[in-house]
């Protein structure tokens, strides 16, 4: 009785272990279909975000993040039949506890430099809007044009910069 349950072990251990590659075999196929996979979605997600450098919105949006901060601008759009731009941005120089006319003129010269350098060599722009926000509260609005001077450029001031 002894030797037929060894025999019997003997034929369970041989059975098994040509199973064995086999299995090895199908993981790795399974670990290779699930890493193409992954990569295929990456590298879709790659091009959906990738944007073109050439576009006056990018550009614009560029030259406001240079002066407000890599994470200030919400948003920004252009209009290619008006070649006009308007970019929201968070400000980074307002402080709700600075005297009203500091933060007046931080958040003019804020703007006025962010429209300036979106302006600066980029014939496909003619004008542009920067909006500046403190969390959802816009606070200014700065217009300017291709080839106006920084000081005329429009600064309209609302919410808590809006003089009494």
Known sequence: MAARSQAARRRARSGGSQNLPLSLALWG?????????LVAVDHAWVIRDRVDPNDPAVRVAGAVRSISGTDS???????????????????KYYDAAKPLQENRQYLATEGRLGAQLALYQDTAVQEVAVLLYARRTLLATVTAKQGQAFAQMTVTYSGPLVQP
């Open 73 to 91: 601008v919400r948003r920004a759009t252009y209009d290619a039949a008006g070649k006009s731009a308007r970019v929201e941005a968070w400000s």
């Open 29 to 37: 196929v399974g670990v290779l279909v699930v890493a193409a996979v």
